[in-house]
């Protein structure tokens, strides 16, 4: 080894102390993150981490790059650079696919409900607690006491106890979205992503919906919603992040966040 290269400082890409701390705590660590399309920096830089067992909520403006970065955590879409790690650190996200990921423990719920309108739904959610939901001429066969326990804990969480024997196509729209909010906790993930949950709901059901997600949430599973209702922002109570032009433009309470100047001009005072 030369003497220039054994005075060369560490590589910029080692984390420093107080990184590799937040690192080792993070369920799911950011850093730097960028992506882009055709030139277009849809992620600038990002960076961002979640505690196991927090609820954050991301809002921000269209194009801010919500959409992207739940693409980038869920390997739909893989970063130019930056890390991406969860589970403190042992696993490298932007390494692995989407089935993999999920597998790991990360569910996604999308905007738009995707329920089997034609089966009951009670079905809908054994099928997705088998997690074989093309496997619909078995699903009928003998059940464990503690799937069924689970099933009725499930809908105990998702208000649709009373509505299990109903076709899913019959549930109004926010009870088909949280009939799949129960069929990606019957997969019992560490992390859930959730893409503006209460988007078409009716006032009460936006209200039931953010004390479910909190419910959810304490029962030991991390949530990260993305939402532009302010209303409900505000009912989950949580800390709260404003993404712009692919970065974090603030964070902390929503009162933190909706008093930031920035935040004020290019989202809220629109
Ligand atoms: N596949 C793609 N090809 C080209 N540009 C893309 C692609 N996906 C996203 N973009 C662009 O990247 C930017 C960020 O988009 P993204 O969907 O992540 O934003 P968003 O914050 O989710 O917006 P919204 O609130 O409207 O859903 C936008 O300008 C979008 O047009």
């Given at each position: 080894m030369t003497d220039t290269a054994m005075l060369a400082p560490s590589t910029p890409s080692e984390p420093a102390p107080a990184e590799k701390k937040e690192l080792t705590e993070a369920l799911l660590y950011l850093d730097a993150v960028t992506v882009t399309f055709d030139g277009f920096r849809a992620l600038n830089a990002l960076s961002f981490t979640v505690?196991?067992?927090?609820?954050?909520?991301?809002i921000g403006p269209n194009g801010a790059g919500k959409t992207t970065m739940m693409d980038v955590i869920t390997g739909k879409t893989r970063p130019d650079r930056g890390d991406?790690?969860?589970?403190?650190?042992?696993t490298d996200l932007t390494k692995l696919d989407e089935t993999q990921i999920a597998t790991l423990g990360i569910g996604r719920k999308f905007q738009k409900p995707t329920v089997f309108e034609n089966h009951t739904v009670l079905d809908n959610l054994r099928l997705a607690l088998k997690g074989q939901r093309r496997a619909l001429p078995n699903?009928?066969?003998?059940?464990?006491a503690a799937a069924r326990e689970r099933i009725d804990e499930i809908f105990e969480t998702i208000r649709l106890t009373e509505h299990r024997e109903r076709l899913g196509g019959a549930l109004s729209?926010?009870?088909?979205?949280?009939?799949?909010?129960?069929?990606?906790?019957?997969?019992?993930?560490?992390?859930?992503?959730?893409?503006?949950?209460v988007a078409g709901?009716?006032?009460?059901?936006?209200?039931q919906t953010a004390e479910l997600l909190r419910e959810i949430n304490a029962n030991g599973h991390s949530v990260v919603v993305v939402e532009h209702d302010m209303t409900f922002v505000r009912d989950l109570g949580v800390r709260v992040m404003c993404l712009h032009e692919g970065s974090v433009l603030a964070e902390g309470t929503l009162d933190q966040v909706s008093a930031n100047e920035r935040v004020i001009e290019v989202y809220l005072g629109r």
């Amino acid at each position: 080894m030369t003497d220039t290269a054994m005075l060369a400082p560490s590589t910029p890409s080692e984390p420093a102390p107080a990184e590799k701390k937040e690192l080792t705590e993070a369920l799911l660590y950011l850093d730097a993150v960028t992506v882009t399309f055709d030139g277009f920096r849809a992620l600038n830089a990002l960076s961002f981490t979640v505690d196991p067992g927090e609820m954050r909520a991301v809002i921000g403006p269209n194009g801010a790059g919500k959409t992207t970065m739940m693409d980038v955590i869920t390997g739909k879409t893989r970063p130019d650079r930056g890390d991406v790690f969860f589970n403190g650190g042992t696993t490298d996200l932007t390494k692995l696919d989407e089935t993999q990921i999920a597998t790991l423990g990360i569910g996604r719920k999308f905007q738009k409900p995707t329920v089997f309108e034609n089966h009951t739904v009670l079905d809908n959610l054994r099928l997705a607690l088998k997690g074989q939901r093309r496997a619909l001429p078995n699903i009928f066969h003998r059940e464990s006491a503690a799937a069924r326990e689970r099933i009725d804990e499930i809908f105990e969480t998702i208000r649709l106890t009373e509505h299990r024997e109903r076709l899913g196509g019959a549930l109004s729209h926010g009870q088909k979205q949280w009939l799949e909010i129960g069929m990606l906790l019957a997969q019992d993930p560490k992390l859930l992503l959730v893409d503006e949950p209460v988007a078409g709901m009716t006032d009460a059901e936006t209200a039931q919906t953010a004390e479910l997600l909190r419910e959810i949430n304490a029962n030991g599973h991390s949530v990260v919603v993305v939402e532009h209702d302010m209303t409900f922002v505000r009912d989950l109570g949580v800390r709260v992040m404003c993404l712009h032009e692919g970065s974090v433009l603030a964070e902390g309470t929503l009162d933190q966040v909706s008093a930031n100047e920035r935040v004020i001009e290019v989202y809220l005072g629109r």
